[in-house]
């Protein structure tokens, strides 16, 4: 694995790094709130739920900035805001840009002796489609930056749901949105797979020492995992799936229950990347070691408004990708290569 550049480098990195113990159980969990009343998301909202476990793992000395969508736009509204932290918005695709930047001035200011030399989180957060779609460039960017200490997270409600749920490149195949309704002509109108955004992320940054993926449902993996980021050094990145009540089309009261069936099914697979080494955790460790059967992703899908339009041979193929990503894949769920066997060499 490469070295960093100087002793220095590392001894600055080093220096202005927040030292975290890990929650072991809900009675761990800190009390004290930074994300609060005064955001308009909807009932059920899972991203939002998102927002509060983040800053409430990172604690009060953090910098919180956010790039346009539903998390910038509910949580601010003219005059309130849910966010006790310091908090700026940022253009929809410049989560990255935000975040170094950010990073910069604060290690510069800190050099000069401007302000106090002390642990400050930075997290960037951004949507499937300012991070997976648009802000992707800046994101990759950021993570070949390891002199800044920094988080991105991606919250995932696969759309873009704030300008009322156009489909993305993490849509679900089949899904039913604004730009790709299911009608006559054609029943599945979106027929592209989601993209794979950790596994593409940690095989092309060397230098980013962690990478993972979270869930509203798993809250204390997830804050957990906010910790790690933010203590390890360099450049991180967290990807999260999270339930949408109105782009998903369900009841809001099923929000917890969706986001744990996506990971029962393992179309949704929870792992982490720390310092290049991979490891899986909570069910689809479970799965992944032949602990815990996969549940059929007709149980999760079938569930929500979004597929309502899936007939047989829609949720066969469905679950025959999903079998793929599982029995196939290199490394099950994470990376796309499968092994050249003897029949595909002739
Ligand atoms: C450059 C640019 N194009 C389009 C918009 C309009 N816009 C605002 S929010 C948004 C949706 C963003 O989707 P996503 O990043 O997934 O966040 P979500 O709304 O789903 O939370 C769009 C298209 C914009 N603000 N800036
Ligand atoms: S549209 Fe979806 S992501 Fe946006 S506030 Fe509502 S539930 Fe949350
Ligand atoms: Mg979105």
């Known amino acids: 694995m490469p070295e960093p550049i100087t002793k220095d480098e590392v001894a600055e990195v080093r220096e202005t790094l927040q030292k975290f113990v890990p929650i072991k159980g809900v009675r761990q969990v800190p009390l004290e709130e930074f994300f609060t009343s005064g955001h308009r998301t909807c009932q059920g909202c899972e991203s939002s739920v998102i927002m509060k476990l983040m800053v409430k793992a990172a604690g009060a000395r953090t910098i919180v900035l956010g790039s346009t969508g539903c998390m910038y736009v509910a949580n601010t509204t003219y005059y309130s805001t849910s966010w006790v932290t310091p908090w700026m918005h940022t253009q929809l695709g410049s989560a990255g840009s935000a975040a170094m930047g950010t990073a910069a001035g604060l290690k510069a200011l800190m050099r000069k002796g401007k302000i106090k030399k002390e642990p400050i989180n930075v997290i960037a957060f951004c949507g499937d489609g ?145 310092n290049h080494k991979l490891r899986m955790n909570g069910i689809s460790k479970n799965i992944a070691e032949g602990r815990t059967p996969r549940k059929p992703v007709k149980e999760y899908l079938l569930k929500q408004g979004r597929f309502n339009h899936f007939i047989d041979e829609d949720f066969a193929y469905f679950q025959k990708k999903v079998d793929e990503q599982w029995e196939q894949w290199w490394l099950p769920g994470v990376i796309p290569f499968a092994k050249e066997t003897e029949a595909v060499k002739k």
Not at 226 to 242: M, Y
């Open 130 to 274: 300012g991070g997976a779609d648009m802000g992707l460039s800046a994101i990759s960017a950021a993570l070949t930056h390891r002199d800044y200490n920094l988080l991105i997270l991606l919250y995932d409600n696969e759309s873009y749901a704030n300008t009322d749920i156009q489909v993305s490149s993490l849509s679900p195949w089949g899904a039913c949105t604004s730009f790709s309704p299911s009608g006559k002509a054609k029943r599945i109108m979106h027929n592209r797979w989601k993209k794979n955004v950790v596994g593409m992320l940690a095989a092309g940054h060397t230098e980013c020492k962690y990478l993972a993926t979270g869930n509203a449902s798993d809250a204390i993996d997830l804050m957990n995992k906010v910790r790690k980021a933010l203590s390890i050094g360099g450049p991180t990145f967290i990807h999260t799936l999270d339930p949408c009540t109105k782009g998903w089309d369900y009841d809001p009261m099923f929000s917890h229950e969706l986001g744990k069936l996506a990971i029962e099914t393992g179309i949704w697979v929870q792992y982490e990347v720390e």
